[in-house]
């Protein structure tokens, strides 16, 4: 049985024993395997933003001491922290940062407000908030302050700052509820003793994305995340003179790990970090980065391709663009691919796991019509009636999926673990699809009509 907090379904053991022998889990936490990054790929750049450079080396330091930071400020292994931060260096971090103190990231857009965030800390008892103390205009760290001073839990809010800038929040230490109150750039302290912890112990937390619900709250494990980020990099065949583009929230499955970020650090490549996917911004980041992949939802595709013949810069070092999210018209992916100078693969993908990707061998028709085969060889695939009994290839069916990556349950979600997971641990994943006979996938909708959101900054829970 894996080692999971209270309110995680656990992992069957028969899954356990299949994919320990299997090789797809290999007992290493996250934040341990950055440490070996590290020691392999130490002056090789691993996160750009702007002018910011941040070697391998000084990415494994600085998590390492704001480890010990977040440890004498009072943070526990098991607790919970809200993370809420743009694309930035700090986000990568402070979540590895978090993992190596043994404390939970509870990963948030940063553009939830009060209702999702305070329903989060309820729900994961968070103790810790880290996030900006304004970014767009809106006082992230207030609204901190008025959840702090709602509950019993939220204790301690980290504000980040960028670079040359100060916290009106500087000086608060503690207010009246009892909340401490730290710039994030002060959490830093001497490196101690590393904590002895459990790949299958649940690494960080992400959020399910429903047009028509709240979010749940997904509990990924070390073992799992690092075999899905790892298995989608050797997939895209990415080595160390890659460099990905984060274009699209850092804290999406899509960006975090399809391979993404923690796909690209693990073969030494360098993760270039922007803060929006507009055209200007991501084109001047390819070039001057040379950039070789990226993400992106439908409409960030197509607005794109639009500005292209007004926006002058180098792309030539850009290799594969993958879409998506959102439903894509053929035309824009036959443009993708002609007009960008690249390969497209097609992605789709759920904060639960289950992750579909066209190869870069395909045929053009297989990318520009599916949504591609599963990722895993002992990924279990089904197309299930409203009966629940299979339907033959070429008939739509909703997608249910189990494998080594796909979760076994949301976090203290009883009533709709009960509703959205089968009896023999299948994940139902409310998507119509259809299997074609070479295997892969065409999702045709959302069961009971709803379509998959198009918004960019929640790319349909990848």
């Known amino acids: 049985m894996t080692s999971m907090l209270d309110g995680c379904t656990p992992w069957p053991e028969e899954y356990v024993d299949r994919y320990w022998a299997a090789g ?107 996030g900006p103390s304004t970014y767009d ?84 494990t070390h073992n799992d995340y690092a075999y899905q980020a ?25 960006a975090l790990g399809c391979p993404g970020i923690v796909g690209t650090l693990s073969v030494g490549g360098t993760v270039v970090l922007v803060e929006n996917p507009e055209p200007a911004t991501c084109f001047a980041a390819i070039g001057r980065e040379r950039v070789t992949l990226t993400s992106v939802s439908p409409a960030d595709a197509l607005r794109w391709l639009e500005a292209l013949p007004m926006v002058q810069a180098d792309l030539s070092g850009l290799r594969l663009l ?41 045929p053009d028709e297989t990318v520009l019509t599916t949504q591609g085969r599963p990722l895993s060889p002992d990924d279990e695939i089904r197309m299930v009636d409203v009966d629940g009994e299979d339907v033959p290839d070429g008939e739509p069916g909703e997608l249910l999926a189990r494998g080594p990556y796909t979760v076994p349950g949301y976090y203290r979600a009883s009533d709709r673990n009960a509703r959205s997971f089968t009896a023999d641990g299948f994940f139902r994943t409310g998507e119509l699809a259809r299997r074609t006979p070479d295997g892969n996938l065409i999702m045709t909708g959302r069961l009971g009509g709803s379509a998959r959101r198009a918004d960019p900054a929640h790319p349909a829970d990848l």
């Open 230 to 254: 790892q298995a989608a990099a050797e997939l895209v065949s990415l080595t160390e003179d890659d460099a990905y583009l984060a274009a699209l929230p850092a804290e999406s499955n899509f």
């Open 322 to 362: 993958q879409i998506g999210g959102a439903p894509l018209h053929r035309t824009t992916a036959e443009r993708a691919g002609a007009e960008l100078g690249c390969r497209l693969q097609r992605v789709f993908g759920m904060a639960e796991g289950v992750l579909t990707l066209t190869r870069p061998d395909d």
């Open 24 to 130: 797809h889990w290999r007992g290493n936490t996250l934040d341990n395997l950055l440490r070996g990054w590290a020691l392999r790929h130490g002056p090789r750049t691993a996160l750009v933003h702007g002018d910011t450079r941040i070697t391998y080396a000084n990415l494994n330091r600085r998590a390492d001491r704001m480890a010990a930071g977040f440890r004498l400020r009072g943070l526990r292994p098991g607790q919970r922290v809200v993370v809420q931060l743009p694309n930035v260096p700090e986000f990568v971090i402070t979540v590895f940062a978090l993992m190596r103190a043994g404390a939970v990231p509870v990963l948030c857009p940063v553009t939830h407000r009060a209702p999702v965030v305070s329903r989060l800390v309820r729900i994961t008892e968070a103790v810790g908030y880290v």
């Open 137 to 220: 205009g809106f006082d992230h760290t207030g609204m901190a302050e008025d959840i702090a001073a709602r509950g019993v839990f939220l204790r301690r809010v980290f504000t980040f700052e960028p670079s040359g800038t100060s916290s009106p929040y500087g000086g608060l230490t503690v207010d009246p509820s009892g909340c401490h109150y730290f710039p994030l750039s002060s959490i830093d302290a001497p490196p101690d003793r590393a904590r002895a912890q459990s790949a299958g112990q649940v690494a960080f937390m992400l959020l399910s994305d429903d047009a028509t619900a709240v979010p749940e709250v997904v509990p990924r």
